[in-house]
């Protein structure tokens, strides 16, 4: 599903913010990507997604490869790939209904399939009661739900979560990976990149600990790997 072939950034100053990775990640698989700031976490997760271009090295997606791949594809190429951030990135103004439904409305989804569809997701996500709330009504954990759920609604291949519970109380942050492991047993590719040591070695996955760009360990169904 994923794969990077000896993949490298670099920015103007300064070394590589990855430098030269390959990784392969099989579809349906559960990675925890591990490491301290600037380890080159993110730039992976912006690569995937094609908001940054490699310096070197090959990508592919899907069968897809990323580094060819022209301007106008791109849009259709992240409708397959649901995100999840730290921050929510919830719409203020939309109720959890409506921000979920805005994810469909993007693709141009039916509006039949937009009103079966959501409340089906807000369901799977446990807000089914509350998709009338606004964001500001709900907690950290809730939040959360509503961005899952907006970002599982299009049914993606591929889940990439960038410091999902970063924001979140022990007790949220594990029910938020809980719902994200769900997902993954569905048949989703998922990614999740955290500090959260608690968490990765509870759920007893596949641990990839970066380190100055690189990779330096990968460990099938393993704890926390220590720096």
């Given at each position: 599903?994923?794969?990077?072939?000896r993949?490298?950034?670099q920015?103007?100053k300064g070394?590589p913010?990855?430098?030269?990775?390959?990784?392969?990640?099989d579809?349906?698989e559960?990675?925890?990507?591990?490491?301290?700031?600037?380890?080159g976490?993110?730039?992976m997760?912006?690569?995937?997604?094609?908001?940054l271009?490699?310096?070197s090295g090959?990508?592919?997606?899907?069968?897809?490869?990323?580094?060819?791949?022209r301007?106008?594809?791109i849009p259709?190429?992240?409708?397959?790939?649901?995100?999840?951030?730290?921050?929510f990135?919830?719409?203020?103004e939309?109720?959890?209904?409506?921000?979920?439904?805005?994810?469909?409305?993007?693709?141009?989804?039916?509006?039949?399939?937009?009103?079966?569809?959501v409340?089906?997701v807000l369901?799977?996500?446990?807000l089914?009661e509350?998709?009338?709330?606004?964001?500001r009504?709900?907690?950290?954990?809730e939040?959360?739900r509503?961005?899952?759920?907006?970002?599982?609604?299009?049914?993606?291949k591929?889940?990439?979560?960038?410091?999902?519970?970063?924001?979140?109380?022990?007790?949220n942050?594990?029910?938020?990976?809980?719902?994200?492991?769900?997902?993954?047993?569905?048949?989703?590719?998922?990614?999740?990149?955290?500090h959260?040591?608690?968490?990765v070695?509870?759920f007893k996955?596949?641990?990839?600990m970066m380190?100055?760009?690189?990779?330096a360990r990968?460990?099938?169904?393993?704890?926390?790997?220590?720096?």
């Open positions: 599903m994923i794969d990077l072939d993949v490298s950034k920015y103007e070394q913010a990855v430098d030269e990775i390959s990784l392969h990640v579809q349906g559960f990675v925890f990507v591990v490491g301290d700031s600037g380890s976490k993110s730039t997760i912006r690569l995937l997604l094609k908001e271009e490699p310096t090959i990508i592919t997606v899907g069968g897809r490869v990323l580094n060819t791949m301007r106008r594809q259709k190429y992240r409708r397959g790939i649901g995100v999840v951030f730290q921050d990135r919830l719409l203020e939309m109720n959890v209904y409506e921000n979920v439904a805005f994810a469909m409305h993007a693709v141009e989804a039916p509006g039949r399939l937009i009103k079966k569809r409340p089906q369901h799977e996500v446990g089914a509350k998709y009338k709330s606004l964001p009504e709900l907690s950290g954990g939040q959360q509503v961005a899952i759920a907006r970002a599982i609604v299009n049914q993606p591929i889940l990439l979560a960038d410091e999902p519970t970063g924001n979140l109380d022990p007790h942050a594990f029910e938020i990976m809980k719902l994200i492991d769900e997902i993954n047993h569905q048949g989703t590719t998922v990614l999740v990149v955290t959260n040591k608690e968490l070695d509870q996955k596949r641990v990839i380190r100055r760009g690189t990779i990968d460990v099938e169904e393993g704890g926390y790997i220590e720096a």
